[in-house]
T-cell receptor, first 113, second 114 residues
Framework: SAVISQKPSRDICQRGTSLTIQCQVDSQVTMMFWYRQQPGQSLTLIATANQGSEATYESGFVIDKFPISRPNLTFSTLTVSNMSPEDSSIYLC??????????FGPGTRLTVT | AQSVTQLGSHVSVSEGALVLLRCNYSSSVPPYLFWYVQYPNQGLQLLLKYTTGATLVKGINGFEAEFKKSETSFHLTKPSAHMSDAAEYFCAVSLNQAGTALIFGKGTTLSVSS
């Protein structure tokens, strides 16, 4: 299975600022995903990122708040913009490996003060 | 709409005891079902999956799950718990038959006592 790394592993940010999270995969993958895991909650899909096309956002998530880049088949970034305390969560990226399996990175733990 | 219900947010067992984590789903299409485990401060690790074929699926670390269509269930079991099994477990269903759009349950925290 793919090995996925994320940077930073954790951060504490002030409200109103932005943070860019990086996701690096050790092999080329077509589909990457970004999830949010709020404290004590399950995972919620933010968006799907395919190389060479705009990210597809799920209901309740917008590009202005969570811009995503996917410059190549091994890398993606998620930016959390104009942060508020409600954005405090773990953000995880995942990749799809045939057949049907998603593999997850270790997550980025974000605290907004 | 597809959904996943995990009965019991916390399950406690003794080391060596049977582990049973419950998952029920609703899906308008034949479901693809997954169990993931999350150890503290780590990402999710795929335990096992059901797509088609044999309804009893075996995964890593001695876990297995049985797809029961009549009961819309996909419960996770392990015959003998080990201390290292203590973690959070998530059941997920795919909204399509490509495994891309996953809906997760709220998770069950498994505690194992000696």
């Amino acid at each position: 299975s793919a090995v996925i790394s994320q940077k930073p592993s954790r951060d504490i940010c002030q409200r109103g600022t932005s943070l860019t999270i990086q996701c690096q995969v050790d092999s080329q993958v077509t589909m990457m995903f970004w999830y949010r895991q709020q404290p004590g909650q399950s995972l919620t899909l933010i968006a799907t990122a395919n190389q060479g096309s705009e990210a597809t956002y799920e209901s309740g998530f917008v590009i202005d708040k969570f811009p995503i880049s996917r410059p190549n088949l091994t890398f993606s970034t998620l930016t959390v913009s104009n942060m508020s305390p409600e954005d405090s969560s773990i953000y995880l990226c995942s990749v799809l490996e045939p057949p049907y399996e998603q593999y997850f990175g270790p997550g980025t733990r974000l605290t907004v003060t | 709409a597809q959904s996943v219900t995990q009965l019991g947010s916390h399950v406690s067992v003794s080391e060596g005891a049977l582990v049973l984590l419950r998952c029920n789903y609703s899906s308008s299409v034949p479901p693809y079902l997954f169990w993931y485990v999350q150890y503290p401060n780590q990402g999710l690790q795929l335990l096992l999956k059901y797509t088609t074929g044999a309804t009893l699926v075996k995964g890593i670390n001695g876990f297995e799950a049985e797809f029961k269509k009549s009961e819309t269930s996909f419960h996770l079991t392990k015959p003998s718990a080990h201390m290292s099994d203590a973690a959070e477990y998530f059941c997920a269903v795919s909204l399509n038959q490509a495994g891309t759009a996953l809906i997760f349950g709220k998770g069950t925290t498994l505690s194992v006592s000696s």
